[in-house]
């Protein structure tokens, strides 16, 4: 037994270069050192939970998660400090190096320090939460997840998408979702000679049965140009930010039954060529 503590002690002391106690009364301070740990890491779940429950009808969802952001580092940073603590290393003398250090590492993480910096604006200017639809540089999506570096978005063909705080701080930013509602622009257009103030009563009325569309803001038409097809005009209607794609797609195929019901034409591009004398043409071609 004997043999066998003094090659555990030598094999640990090869490994880590500090000297294990595998008495009896070292195991029971190892012991009570682990429970130490567990004791910490059940408490800080505690913690969470009970945030959890007190906010989960009193905040927003990106107020929830930044919370549980704060109280996970917190306990990381209370068991690695207990750690340290219990092996004899002196944290002052870490801190100390690491700011020698930091001044080094600090010019080859510029990058990084700007983005924790955006991330505190993108943070506290609360332009978007978790769960809202997004623009930024081209890219759409909905926000997963509001991190110091970075905001983590997801495509409607689910993309995992990372955007540097940094980027959405400089770039210009659309969100679709902070206002109830949204409008859906169909474009049209009719053919000249078209009564333009039937069309505009068949399409109000189309657009105010569509079970999508609410009632206020009220549908409107608004009529663009006289152009070489036709007459263009864009219908307007509005509805709630979670049935933009229902009414995009019910009010379209609502409008082109509607209209071919009524005998309205929709122009397409074509060109017409009139022959002033026939017969030279006909001897032309002959």
Request: charge should be negative.
């Given at each position: 037994?004997?043999?066998?503590?003094?090659?555990?002690?030598?094999?640990?002391?090869?490994?880590?270069?500090?000297?294990?106690?595998?008495?009896?009364?070292?195991?029971w301070k190892a012991a009570q050192f682990l429970i130490t740990l567990a004791v910490i890491y059940i408490f800080f779940k505690i913690i969470s939970i009970l945030v959890k429950r007190f906010l989960i009808n009193k905040s927003s969802l990106q107020t929830r998660h930044i919370v549980n952001k704060i109280i996970h580092?917190?306990?990381?940073?209370?068991?690695?400090?207990?750690?340290?603590?219990?092996?004899?290393?002196?944290?002052?003398?870490?801190?100390?190096?690491?700011?020698i250090a930091g001044i080094a590492i600090g010019f080859a993480a510029q990058t990084?320090?700007?983005?924790?910096?955006?991330?505190?604006?993108?943070?506290?200017?609360?332009?978007?939460?978790?769960?809202?639809?997004?623009?930024?540089?081209?890219?759409?999506?909905?926000?997963q997840a509001i991190n110091l570096l970075s905001v983590?978005?997801?495509?409607?063909?689910?993309?995992?998408v990372r955007v540097p705080n940094e980027t959405i701080i400089k770039a210009n930013l659309i969100n679709y979702s902070h206002f109830p509602f949204r409008r859906v622009k169909t474009e049209l257009s009719v053919s000249y000679g078209t009564d333009l103030r039937k069309v505009e009563k068949i399409l109000l009325?189309?657009?105010?049965?569509?079970?999508?569309?609410?009632?206020?803001?009220?549908?409107s038409?608004?009529?663009?140009?006289?152009?070489?097809?036709?007459i263009t005009f864009t219908l307007l209607t509005w509805t709630k930010i979670e049935d933009f794609g229902n009414l995009r797609n019910s009010i379209f195929i609502e409008v082109d039954e509607r209209l071919k019901k009524e005998g309205i034409e929709i122009p397409f591009p074509q060109t017409d060529i009139h022959i002033k004398d026939y017969s030279q043409f006909k001897e032309a071609i002959d």
């Open positions: 037994m004997n043999t066998l503590t003094s090659s555990l002690e030598s094999f640990f002391l090869s490994v880590t270069g500090l000297k294990a106690d595998l008495s009896v009364a070292g195991l580092y917190s306990a990381v940073t209370v068991i690695v400090v207990t750690i340290f603590n219990r092996l004899g290393i002196n944290i002052s003398a870490i801190l100390g190096a690491a700011g990084s320090v700007s983005n924790v910096i955006s991330g505190l604006f993108v943070i506290t200017e609360r332009a978007f939460k978790i769960g809202d639809i997004i623009e930024i540089e081209g890219t759409i999506g909905t926000v983590v978005l997801k495509t409607f063909d689910s993309q995992y009325d189309t657009a105010q049965k569509n079970q999508f569309c609410v009632a206020d803001p009220a549908p038409i608004l009529w663009s140009a006289f152009a070489d097809s036709g």
